[in-house]
């Protein structure tokens, strides 16, 4: 079977790459996602499950450090019993694709992996902070990525995006870097990229070569610098916590959601430093879909959802704040 590790920080559209990768392969082969977010409610699980996707949750936690035995156990799991065609990996925007690689390639799975591919989606609108903010994890991780999707394009200007992908390539001068806009890519040349992709795994810090090194420090002082929390390797190091929450029956407002969403992504908010939130939630007959990333709230309609559900992702979260302004959001009818 083949191996996709598709893999970003939060936000980045790694769902948003898998729901496009299903309807390109999912009438040709046999697939399962699985699925490990930061916190203890998953949104994207329903998400793909939608799409057609048979899709396996990995509980609270990352895959690369607290859930290393439970994703080793999994993927032994769904090989020998399911024998899909393909694993599409969509591990927790936080996790590092270095130890999860090193998962996947143990001698176990020796004749049952055919192929590995590691898939970074890099968001165009916080790349450079985000390189400011802890070099080793980010070159870490383009390092050890066969194929780049610069995705949000369409948010910066051409030379902006021409600097970010100068960034990767100096990081990891072997890859391809796709530009992209909503994770959308050209399939013919997705596939050509990652063919001749020479197979990742080495540590950016140790290889990278004086004059690449100048050209990373000219890219990092051509951009400007913003706020921006810092974190490590380790997700507990990252000071990041999560906000999760189900509701069974429960109709909502949409222009209060609007307003509960335009207070997260509020820099002073006193719900706390919000860096990601999600929901879907039970509009009248209808489904929305409600996500801040990169500072920007977005809306899609959904299809069938069995129960509304968040999850709010940031620091010193003030969760009976965030409770009681949900409670405010309900608009007194029943689902």
């Known amino acids: 079977m083949i191996v996709d590790i598709v893999f970003g920080f939060?936000?980045?559209?790694?769902?948003?790459?898998?729901?496009?990768?299903?309807?390109?392969?999912?009438?040709?082969?046999?697939?399962?996602?699985?699925?490990?977010?930061?916190?203890?409610?998953?949104?994207?699980?329903?998400?793909?499950a939608g799409q057609g996707g048979n899709v396996i949750e990995m509980p609270s936690g990352c895959i690369c450090c607290s859930l290393q035995?439970?994703?080793?156990?999994?993927?032994?799991?769904?090989?020998?019993?399911?024998?899909?065609?393909r694993?599409?990996?969509?591990?927790?925007?936080v996790a590092t694709i270095a130890q999860i690689r090193s998962i996947v390639e143990a001698e176990l799975f020796e004749g049952t992996i055919e192929t590995i591919n590691n898939i970074l989606i890099a968001d165009a609108t916080g790349f450079m902070n985000l390189y400011k903010a802890n070099r080793h994890f980010v070159e870490s991780q383009v390092g050890h990525a066969d194929l780049a999707l610069l995705n949000k394009c369409d948010r910066v200007d051409k030379r902006k995006g021409m600097i970010i992908q100068g960034a990767i390539l100096a990081i990891n001068p072997e890859i391809r870097v796709l530009m992209t806009e909503f994770a959308a890519v050209d399939w013919a040349e997705y596939r050509m990229a990652l063919s001749a992709a020479p197979r990742a795994g080495r540590d950016a810090n140790e290889t990278d070569a004086p004059d690449t090194r100048q050209v990373v420090e000219h890219l990092?002082?051509?951009?400007?610098?913003?706020?921006?929390?810092?974190?490590?390797?380790?997700?507990?190091?990252?000071?990041?916590?999560?906000?999760?929450?189900?509701?069974?029956?429960?109709?909502?407002?949409?222009?209060?959601?609007?307003?509960?969403?335009?207070?997260?992504?509020?820099?002073?908010?006193?719900?706390g430093g919000i860096?990601?939130?999600?929901?879907?939630?039970?509009?009248?007959?209808?489904?929305?879909?409600?996500?801040?990333a990169?500072?920007?709230?977005?809306?899609?309609?959904?299809?069938?959802?069995?129960?509304?559900?968040?999850?709010?992702?940031?620091?010193?979260?003030?969760?009976?704040?965030?409770?009681t302004s949900l409670q405010h959001c309900v608009s007194g009818g029943a689902v």
């Open 294 to 323: 990169s500072r920007e709230i977005t809306f899609q309609p959904v299809g069938h959802v069995s129960r509304s559900k968040v999850s709010i992702i940031g620091t010193g979260l003030d969760r009976d704040l965030i409770s």
């Open 10 to 48: 939060l936000g980045s559209g790694k769902t948003t790459f898998i729901i496009k990768a299903l309807e390109k392969w999912g009438t040709d082969e046999k697939i399962v996602i699985l699925v490990n977010e930061f916190g203890d409610v998953g949104i994207d699980g329903d998400l793909l």
């Open 275 to 292: 860096v990601r939130a999600k929901g879907i939630f039970h509009i009248g007959a209808t489904a929305l879909l409600i996500e801040l």
């Open 220 to 271: 990092l002082t051509e951009t400007n610098h913003a706020g921006h929390p810092h974190f490590h390797e380790e997700e507990d190091a990252l000071g990041y916590e999560s906000y999760g929450c189900v509701f069974e029956g429960t109709a909502f407002d949409r222009k209060s959601l609007e307003t509960f969403f335009e207070e997260l992504n509020t820099a002073d908010s006193r719900m």
């Open 69 to 85: 035995s439970d994703f080793r156990s999994q993927m032994l799991e769904i090989s020998s019993t399911i024998k899909p065609d």
């Open 87 to 93: 694993v599409i990996v969509e591990p927790t925007g």
